[in-house]
Protein backbone atom coordinates (compact mmCIF):
# COMPACT_ATOMS: atom_id res chain seq x y z
CA UNK A 1 0.00 0.00 0.00
CA UNK A 2 0.95 3.13 -0.71
CA UNK A 3 1.14 5.54 2.75
CA UNK A 4 0.99 9.11 2.24
CA UNK A 5 2.27 11.82 4.83
CA UNK A 6 1.18 14.85 6.05
CA UNK A 7 2.14 17.21 9.42
CA UNK A 8 -0.69 16.95 11.76
CA UNK A 9 -1.53 20.55 12.34
CA UNK A 10 -0.21 23.80 11.39
CA UNK A 11 -0.51 27.50 13.46
CA UNK A 12 -1.33 30.23 11.20
CA UNK A 13 -2.38 33.70 11.23
CA UNK A 14 -5.28 35.01 8.54
CA UNK A 15 -3.13 36.98 5.92
CA UNK A 16 -0.26 34.25 6.20
CA UNK A 17 1.04 32.05 3.13
CA UNK A 18 0.48 28.65 3.79
CA UNK A 19 2.38 25.21 2.81
CA UNK A 20 1.20 22.35 3.52
CA UNK A 21 3.24 19.16 2.46
CA UNK A 22 2.22 15.39 1.00
CA UNK A 23 5.00 12.55 1.02
CA UNK A 24 4.15 9.08 -0.88
CA UNK A 25 5.61 6.44 -0.19
CA UNK A 26 6.42 5.66 -3.71
CA UNK A 27 6.08 7.43 -6.94
CA UNK A 28 2.42 8.78 -7.57
CA UNK A 29 3.08 10.53 -10.74
CA UNK A 30 0.36 13.46 -10.53
CA UNK A 31 -2.07 11.32 -9.44
CA UNK A 32 -2.67 13.46 -5.94
CA UNK A 33 -5.64 15.35 -4.84
CA UNK A 34 -6.34 18.12 -1.93
CA UNK A 35 -9.57 18.28 -0.37
CA UNK A 36 -10.60 20.38 2.55
CA UNK A 37 -12.78 19.03 5.63
CA UNK A 38 -14.60 21.08 7.59
CA UNK A 39 -16.28 20.08 11.35
CA UNK A 40 -19.30 18.04 10.58
CA UNK A 41 -19.15 17.88 6.86
CA UNK A 42 -17.77 15.99 3.85
CA UNK A 43 -14.46 16.70 2.42
CA UNK A 44 -14.54 19.22 -0.86
CA UNK A 45 -12.33 18.72 -3.28
CA UNK A 46 -9.54 21.66 -3.84
CA UNK A 47 -6.86 20.41 -6.25
CA UNK A 48 -6.81 17.61 -8.30
CA UNK A 49 -3.59 15.95 -10.28
CA UNK A 50 -1.64 18.13 -8.08
CA UNK A 51 -1.97 21.33 -9.41
CA UNK A 52 -5.53 21.97 -11.27
CA UNK A 53 -7.23 23.78 -9.37
CA UNK A 54 -11.36 22.75 -9.08
CA UNK A 55 -13.64 25.01 -11.10
CA UNK A 56 -15.13 27.83 -8.17
CA UNK A 57 -12.34 27.46 -5.71
CA UNK A 58 -10.73 30.51 -4.95
CA UNK A 59 -7.61 31.25 -6.99
CA UNK A 60 -5.50 31.85 -3.25
CA UNK A 61 -5.43 27.72 -3.06
CA UNK A 62 -2.84 25.94 -5.63
CA UNK A 63 -0.95 22.46 -5.87
CA UNK A 64 2.26 22.03 -7.07
CA UNK A 65 4.87 18.72 -7.38
CA UNK A 66 5.67 15.14 -8.85
CA UNK A 67 6.37 11.78 -7.92
CA UNK A 68 6.65 11.41 -4.46
CA UNK A 69 6.42 15.26 -3.01
CA UNK A 70 3.69 17.45 -3.33
CA UNK A 71 2.59 20.68 -1.75
CA UNK A 72 -0.89 22.68 -1.43
CA UNK A 73 -0.37 26.51 -1.05
CA UNK A 74 -2.82 28.92 0.52
CA UNK A 75 -1.38 32.15 -0.24
CA UNK A 76 -3.39 34.51 1.76
CA UNK A 77 -5.11 32.49 4.76
CA UNK A 78 -8.30 33.62 5.01
CA UNK A 79 -10.68 33.12 8.02
CA UNK A 80 -12.70 30.34 6.29
CA UNK A 81 -9.73 28.01 5.30
CA UNK A 82 -9.34 27.08 8.65
CA UNK A 83 -10.13 23.43 8.10
CA UNK A 84 -8.30 20.15 7.95
CA UNK A 85 -6.57 19.38 4.82
CA UNK A 86 -6.20 15.67 2.98
CA UNK A 87 -4.16 14.76 0.43
CA UNK A 88 -5.23 11.75 -1.63
CA UNK A 89 -3.15 9.01 -3.70
CA UNK A 90 -5.31 7.46 -6.85
CA UNK A 91 -2.52 5.74 -8.47
CA UNK A 92 -2.98 2.66 -6.89
CA UNK A 93 -5.49 0.75 -5.15
CA UNK A 94 -5.73 0.92 -1.97
CA UNK A 95 -6.69 4.52 -2.84
CA UNK A 96 -5.04 6.33 0.66
CA UNK A 97 -5.17 9.57 2.33
CA UNK A 98 -3.31 11.17 4.28
CA UNK A 99 -3.75 11.61 8.08
CA UNK A 100 -4.99 15.67 7.78
CA UNK A 101 -3.70 18.72 8.11
CA UNK A 102 -5.95 20.76 10.39
CA UNK A 103 -4.57 24.41 10.04
CA UNK A 104 -5.40 26.45 13.42
CA UNK A 105 -5.62 29.86 13.98
CA UNK A 106 -2.26 31.30 15.84
CA UNK B 1 -27.43 20.17 -8.94
CA UNK B 2 -25.20 17.36 -8.72
CA UNK B 3 -25.88 15.50 -5.10
CA UNK B 4 -25.37 12.28 -3.61
CA UNK B 5 -27.68 11.35 -0.42
CA UNK B 6 -26.70 8.40 1.99
CA UNK B 7 -28.84 6.38 4.11
CA UNK B 8 -29.30 3.48 5.88
CA UNK B 9 -26.55 4.36 8.89
CA UNK B 10 -27.81 2.66 11.97
CA UNK B 11 -26.66 1.08 15.49
CA UNK B 12 -25.97 -2.50 14.92
CA UNK B 13 -23.87 -5.06 16.79
CA UNK B 14 -20.75 -6.95 16.58
CA UNK B 15 -21.55 -9.88 13.88
CA UNK B 16 -24.69 -8.37 12.15
CA UNK B 17 -24.81 -6.59 8.88
CA UNK B 18 -26.42 -3.61 7.53
CA UNK B 19 -26.68 -2.09 4.14
CA UNK B 20 -25.95 1.49 3.23
CA UNK B 21 -27.79 3.55 0.08
CA UNK B 22 -26.40 6.17 -1.75
CA UNK B 23 -28.68 8.10 -4.13
CA UNK B 24 -27.53 10.15 -6.84
CA UNK B 25 -29.51 13.26 -9.01
CA UNK B 26 -28.24 15.95 -10.81
CA UNK B 27 -25.66 13.87 -12.89
CA UNK B 28 -25.72 10.85 -15.44
CA UNK B 29 -25.25 8.23 -12.75
CA UNK B 30 -23.68 5.41 -15.32
CA UNK B 31 -21.02 7.30 -16.46
CA UNK B 32 -18.96 7.63 -13.15
CA UNK B 33 -17.26 5.06 -10.96
CA UNK B 34 -18.57 5.23 -7.25
CA UNK B 35 -16.76 5.13 -3.90
CA UNK B 36 -17.66 3.98 -0.34
CA UNK B 37 -15.40 6.30 2.38
CA UNK B 38 -15.34 6.16 5.89
CA UNK B 39 -14.28 8.29 8.63
CA UNK B 40 -13.95 7.38 12.16
CA UNK B 41 -15.02 10.33 14.76
CA UNK B 42 -12.24 12.42 15.11
CA UNK B 43 -9.88 10.54 12.57
CA UNK B 44 -8.24 10.62 9.23
CA UNK B 45 -10.68 9.05 5.77
CA UNK B 46 -10.59 5.88 4.86
CA UNK B 47 -11.13 4.48 1.18
CA UNK B 48 -13.32 1.35 1.93
CA UNK B 49 -14.64 0.54 -2.24
CA UNK B 50 -15.54 1.84 -5.55
CA UNK B 51 -17.07 0.21 -8.35
CA UNK B 52 -17.10 0.77 -11.97
CA UNK B 53 -19.63 2.99 -14.33
CA UNK B 54 -20.86 -0.17 -15.48
CA UNK B 55 -20.35 -2.31 -12.02
CA UNK B 56 -17.80 -4.72 -14.36
CA UNK B 57 -15.08 -3.83 -11.47
CA UNK B 58 -15.01 -3.58 -8.12
CA UNK B 59 -11.67 -2.71 -5.36
CA UNK B 60 -12.15 -3.23 -1.66
CA UNK B 61 -9.54 -2.02 1.14
CA UNK B 62 -8.37 -5.09 2.75
CA UNK B 63 -9.63 -4.04 5.77
CA UNK B 64 -13.43 -4.80 4.75
CA UNK B 65 -12.50 -7.23 1.80
CA UNK B 66 -14.98 -10.63 2.16
CA UNK B 67 -17.10 -8.55 4.76
CA UNK B 68 -18.25 -5.80 2.57
CA UNK B 69 -20.25 -5.59 -0.84
CA UNK B 70 -20.57 -2.75 -3.50
CA UNK B 71 -22.92 -3.11 -6.23
CA UNK B 72 -24.78 -0.70 -7.81
CA UNK B 73 -28.48 -0.22 -9.68
CA UNK B 74 -28.10 2.68 -12.63
CA UNK B 75 -31.66 2.14 -13.20
CA UNK B 76 -32.28 3.61 -10.01
CA UNK B 77 -29.16 6.16 -9.78
CA UNK B 78 -28.08 4.00 -6.44
CA UNK B 79 -25.05 2.79 -4.87
CA UNK B 80 -25.00 0.00 -1.89
CA UNK B 81 -22.70 -1.19 0.04
CA UNK B 82 -23.77 -4.85 1.95
CA UNK B 83 -21.51 -4.58 5.23
CA UNK B 84 -21.79 -7.93 7.05
CA UNK B 85 -19.85 -9.36 9.69
CA UNK B 86 -19.45 -6.08 11.33
CA UNK B 87 -16.59 -5.29 13.61
CA UNK B 88 -16.72 -2.32 16.01
CA UNK B 89 -14.05 -1.04 14.31
CA UNK B 90 -16.29 -0.45 11.29
CA UNK B 91 -18.01 2.17 13.63
CA UNK B 92 -17.64 5.41 11.31
CA UNK B 93 -19.55 7.98 9.42
CA UNK B 94 -19.30 6.43 5.82
CA UNK B 95 -19.24 8.80 2.31
CA UNK B 96 -20.43 8.11 -1.10
CA UNK B 97 -18.57 10.05 -3.79
CA UNK B 98 -18.41 9.85 -7.47
CA UNK B 99 -15.08 9.52 -9.63
CA UNK B 100 -14.60 10.20 -13.35
CA UNK B 101 -12.88 6.73 -13.49
CA UNK B 102 -10.87 4.30 -10.97
CA UNK B 103 -7.90 6.36 -10.52
CA UNK B 104 -9.42 9.99 -10.30
CA UNK B 105 -10.31 12.44 -7.90
CA UNK B 106 -13.22 12.30 -5.89
CA UNK B 107 -15.61 15.26 -6.92
CA UNK B 108 -19.31 15.40 -5.59
CA UNK B 109 -19.51 13.80 -1.64
CA UNK B 110 -22.67 12.79 -0.22
CA UNK B 111 -23.37 14.25 3.66
CA UNK B 112 -22.48 11.21 5.18
CA UNK B 113 -24.23 8.32 7.12
CA UNK B 114 -23.46 7.38 10.83
CA UNK B 115 -22.54 3.49 11.32
CA UNK B 116 -21.81 2.14 15.36
CA UNK B 117 -21.26 -1.02 15.85
CA UNK B 118 -21.51 -1.66 19.33
CA UNK B 119 -23.06 -4.34 21.79
Known amino acids: DIQMTQPSSLSASVGDRVTITCRAS??????LHWYQQKPGKAPNLLIYSASSLRSGVPSRFSGSGSGTDFTLSISSLQPEDFATYYCQQTYSTPLTFGGGTKVEIK | EEELLESGGDLVQPGGSLRLSCAASGFIFSNFAMNWVRQTPGKGLEWVAG????????NYADSVRGRFTISRDNSKDTLYLQMDSLRVEDTAVYYCANSWGPNTYFDIWGRGTLVTVSS
Open chain 2, 51 to 58: ISGSAGRT
Open chain 1, 26 to 31: QTIRNY
